[in-house]
Nanobody
């Protein structure tokens, strides 16, 4: 079983910054892509950014230049540094990881429990 535990977020003023962390634990062979998604009230969950195990990032257009995703493979942790936050960034942010399972050597996607980020204007 794999667990993704997120931390960070909270209430931030517009123009401010916040940093999210997500650590994977449990039994697995390795982790490939790790990413952050978000879901605002009444909207579908959307990809914010993801990063490969080799460190190549990809971003949603609206966060390019403001958000930075990074990871520490030794700690099985992914980070999302969010700068110049806007009220429209308000959402529940979810961590996601593609994990190679030990039990059956299949890849499976796992989700964190979500962390609220609220940006006040």
């Amino acid at each position: 079983q794999v667990q993704l535990v997120e931390s960070g977020g909270g209430l931030v003023q517009a123009g401010g910054s916040a940093r999210l962390s997500c650590a994977a634990s449990g039994s697995f062979s390795r982790i490939d892509v790790m990413g952050w998604y978000r879901q605002a009230p009444g909207k579908q969950r959307e990809l914010v950014a993801h990063i490969t195990s080799g460190g190549s990032p990809n971003y949603k257009d609206s966060v390019k230049g403001r958000f930075t995703i990074s990871r520490d493979n030794a700690r099985n942790t992914v980070y999302l540094q969010m700068n110049s936050l806007k009220p429209e960034d308000t959402a529940v942010y979810y961590c996601n990881a593609d994990v190679l399972q030990v039990t059956n050597s299949f890849w499976r996607g796992y989700w964190g429990q979500g962390t609220q980020v609220t940006v006040s204007s």
